[in-house]
């Protein structure tokens, strides 16, 4: 059986949100077209791209709060929102709490860094610092939320604040949740449990292939990566800025049309994606050649930095 949580506006306000920050992104990618090439259309291309970084956090808690739901079989009780999956064993439950026993567990808890790992912890820390912006940065505050329990951990999966949460006590972690019908949910527990399970589940939380590539916890190599992102944005930053102070035919290039200095920055993309592209399929099983990969794709586009800047001399 499928339960859908309590009704909480946090999903429908993150897209809110989220909308006049994609209207203004294509706004400001209108204007960067609109303008001659130029150092301020460089600018405005940056601007353009870190306004994803809000865009897809935002719609990324719209989707974990759109998509809660909490599923029951005989075997397991699974907590779904987003690509992510909680599952606890029918088996594992100890106790639910609800009402006053939650609160009197929770008395005095401080809330520990989360939810859902490091992604969160940047806007946490501004609405913290600007509590003002905080209904423009927090969605789902309960949706992945971590807390340190004298004698176990609470992980919190649910659409409402603490009190109005049942506590699910397995394996010597605890699971908070928001069933829409909480009455519903506790009756069909019991009515699963009754049944018995078809096969032994196990405790585990369940990320998808993407989210739980290695790369992501790899810092060296994951900078190179990003690394040569920024070398494309440098070689196109230098060609723009540079591009409107030419003359029409370079004389440094047997007098061919300014407009092939362009030539560098696709090149570094090209070396950026080609190595990059090849880098990923190798990673796991080589991670040194996926290395010397990254850092090739970093050298060439030094190189083409510095005939970037010998063909675009005034």
Avoid at 55 to 76: E, H, K, Q
Avoid at 108 to 130: C, F, K, S, V
Avoid at 144 to 158: D, N
Wanted: aromatic content about 10%.
């Amino acid at each position: 059986m499928i339960f859908p949580p309590a009704p909480s506006t946090d999903g429908r306000r993150a897209l809110l949100v989220g909308l006049p920050l994609i209207v203004l992104d294509l706004l400001l990618a209108i204007l960067m077209a609109a303008r001659p090439v130029g150092a301020s259309t460089f600018l405005l291309l940056l601007l353009v791209l870190a306004l994803w970084l809000p865009i897809g956090y935002v719609l990324w808690r719209a989707w974990l709060c759109l998509s809660l739901a909490y599923w029951i079989d005989r075997n397991a009780i699974t907590l779904a929102w987003g690509p992510i999956r909680q599952v606890i064993p029918i088996g594992a439950l100890q106790e639910v709490q609800r009402g006053e026993a939650v609160q009197t567990l929770l008395a005095n808890q401080r809330l520990a860094q989360g939810p859902n790992g490091q992604i969160d912890q940047p806007a946490r820390a501004l609405a913290e610092r600007w509590p003002r912006l905080a209904p423009l940065l927090i969605f789902g505050p309960d949706l992945g939320t971590r807390r340190k329990l004298p004698r176990a951990r609470l992980y919190s999966v649910a659409s409402q604040p603490l009190p109005q949460q049942l506590l699910l006590h397995a394996g010597g972690r605890v699971f908070g949740i928001s069933p829409a019908d909480a009455e519903g949910f506790l009756t069909s527990l019991q009515e699963h449990h009754r049944l018995g399970p078809t096969h032994l589940a196990t405790q585990q939380r369940q990320w998808p292939a993407w989210m739980r590539f290695p790369l992501w916890q790899d810092r060296l190599l994951l900078g190179l990566l990003l690394g040569g992102f920024l070398g494309v944005l440098l070689l196109l930053g230098v060609a723009m800025s540079r591009f409107a102070t030419l003359p029409f035919a370079l004389p440094q290039w047997e007098g061919l049309d300014r407009r092939m200095i362009f030539l560098f920055p696709i090149f570094g993309l090209a070396a950026w994606l080609v190595n990059g592209a090849w880098g990923l399929l190798v990673y796991e099983r080589q991670r040194v050649a996926a290395g010397l990969l990254w850092g090739g794709a970093l050298a060439a586009q030094a190189a083409a930095l510095a005939a970037l800047l010998y063909v675009t001399r005034l």
